[in-house]
């Protein structure tokens, strides 16, 4: 599901997150996909702070920068959105057409969206058909809407920066995306897929591959960052490395991973809180296995910690596990150990690739 604006052909899928722009461009290979470009860009953190746009110029010129060195000449690009100014919903409406529901479908969004219909764009996908015993059958739709200054924000990266974009999709349906092609989909199962950057942890339930549950949770690797920041009195450049390796000169190790730990915790109880929400909207009450995504997922032990309080086994996530990564142009330890990163861009780029 997606807000597509021009014909798709050859497109590179741009995900610009509040710590680092990946990009990736995949090509079609049989029943499935080869790497032809990767690249990653880390941005200062005071550049995009909670997702929305401080230094657009920077940004830029960062965007600019990383289509040079891996010498990308498509211009036609897909990017996604995620966070406050991002409402998924999934509703329960009677049977109708494709054309009735297009002709309705904006008097219902006004029901479930908590913004004024004129300053958002909207978009849906009929999820499947609901047989109800004690009454007619009903639809299962999902409802998407974007602020509009959300998309024009982020668009207006691209063009600036030389760039068509023709498809804005939404973090959590790019997940799915990506782990349709990469992992094998069992009927009745229930995954999680969690990819958690700077400022955003997405949250999205799959039930045999289709969509179930989304949530955006306002908490990411910037937190460890600024409360490492501000307790130990370092600068930010010493938290940020803190962060990564569990390490300070200097510093008391038990300090910082007490810290560590602390902001773990939290972040694993309000992944919890988020299935317990979904079990009470949702007539499948248990979800079979987590995997993990984005930069913050490399976090000394929140791995572990998620899975000790939610009593499931957390695996990271591989956007690359079915594509081919050859040549000279990529290490294989270096795709390695960035892959949890790439969830998302990857996905922008299969969903571009197919569509093609």
């Given at each position: 599901?997606?807000?597509?604006?021009?014909?798709?052909?050859?497109?590179?899928?741009?995900?610009?997150?509040?710590?680092?722009?990946?990009?990736?461009?995949?090509?079609?290979?049989?029943?499935?996909?080869?790497?032809?470009?990767?690249?990653?860009?880390?941005?200062?953190?005071?550049?995009?702070?909670?997702?929305?746009?401080?230094?657009?110029?920077?940004?830029?010129?960062?965007?600019?920068?990383?289509?040079?060195?891996?010498?990308?000449?498509?211009?036609?690009?897909?990017?996604?959105?995620?966070?406050?100014?991002?409402?998924?919903?999934?509703?329960?409406?009677?049977?109708?057409?494709?054309?009735?529901?297009?002709?309705?479908?904006?008097?219902?969004?006004?029901?479930?969206?908590?913004?004024?219909?004129?300053?958002?764009?909207?978009?849906?996908?009929?999820l499947g058909k609901i047989e109800n015993q004690e009454g007619p059958a009903q639809m299962d739709v999902a409802l998407v809407a974007v602020k509009k200054d959300k998309l024009q924000e982020y668009t207006g990266l691209a063009t600036d920066a030389g760039l068509t974009p023709v498809v804005v999709d939404v973090d959590a349906f790019t997940l799915g995306n990506m782990?349709?092609?990469?992992?094998?989909?069992?009927?009745?199962?229930?995954?999680?897929?969690?990819?958690?950057?700077?400022?955003?942890?997405?949250?999205?339930?799959?039930?045999?591959?289709?969509?179930?549950?989304?949530?955006?949770?306002?908490?990411?690797?910037?937190?460890?960052?600024?409360?490492?920041?501000?307790?130990?009195?370092?600068?930010?450049?010493?938290?940020?490395?803190?962060?990564?390796?569990?390490?300070?000169?200097?510093?008391?190790?038990?300090?910082?991973?007490?810290?560590?730990?602390?902001?773990?915790?939290?972040?694993?109880?309000?992944?919890?809180?988020?299935?317990?929400?979904?079990?009470?909207?949702?007539?499948?009450?248990?979800?079979?296995?987590?995997?993990?995504?984005?930069?913050?997922?490399?976090?000394?032990?929140?791995?572990?910690?998620?899975?000790?309080?939610?009593?499931?086994?957390?695996?990271?996530?591989?956007?690359?596990?079915?594509?081919?990564?050859?040549?000279?142009?990529?290490?294989?330890?270096?795709?390695?150990?960035?892959?949890?990163?790439?969830?998302?861009?990857?996905?922008?780029?299969?969903?571009?690739?197919?569509?093609?």
């Amino acid at each position: 599901m997606a807000f597509s604006f021009l014909p798709r052909q050859g497109l590179i899928g741009l995900d610009i997150g509040s710590g680092a722009i990946k990009l990736v461009q995949l090509k079609k290979s049989g029943k499935g996909y080869k790497l032809e470009k990767f690249g990653i860009k880390e941005l200062d953190p005071e550049w995009i702070v909670e997702g929305s746009i401080s230094n657009p110029g920077k940004v830029v010129s960062e965007i600019k920068a990383l289509l040079e060195e891996q010498k990308v000449h498509v211009k036609n690009v897909a990017l996604s959105v995620s966070g406050h100014s991002v409402i998924v919903k999934r509703i329960q409406l009677p049977l109708m057409t494709e054309d009735e529901l297009a002709e309705s479908i904006r008097w219902e969004s006004e029901q479930h969206i908590p913004f004024d219909i004129k300053d958002v764009n909207m978009d849906y996908h009929v999820l499947g058909k609901i047989e109800n015993q004690e009454g007619p059958a009903q639809m299962d739709v999902a409802l998407v809407a974007v602020k509009k200054d959300k998309l024009q924000e982020y668009t207006g990266l691209a063009t600036d920066a030389g760039l068509t974009p023709v498809v804005v999709d939404v973090d959590a349906f790019t997940l799915g995306n990506m782990y349709e092609a990469n992992y094998e989909i069992k009927e009745g199962e229930i995954i999680a897929l969690i990819n958690m950057g700077a400022s955003v942890m997405n949250i999205n339930i799959l039930k045999g591959g289709n969509f179930a549950f989304t949530r955006d949770i306002s908490i990411g690797g910037n937190r460890y960052t600024e409360t490492i920041q501000r307790e130990l009195n370092v600068d930010l450049h010493t938290a940020e490395g803190a962060k990564r390796t569990g390490q300070i000169e200097n510093v008391d190790p038990e300090a910082l991973l007490a810290i560590i730990h602390s902001l773990n915790v939290e972040v694993a109880n309000e992944i919890v809180r988020s299935f317990d929400y979904y079990k009470t909207t949702a007539m499948d009450k248990n979800i079979d296995r987590i995997f993990m995504g984005g930069g913050a997922s490399k976090l000394p032990d929140l791995i572990s910690q998620i899975s000790e309080k939610s009593g499931l086994p957390v695996e990271a996530v591989n956007p690359f596990k079915n594509v081919q990564v050859q040549g000279k142009s990529f290490d294989p330890d270096f795709i390695k150990e960035i892959a949890p990163l790439a969830a998302v861009g990857v996905g922008l780029a299969m969903r571009s690739a197919k569509e093609d």
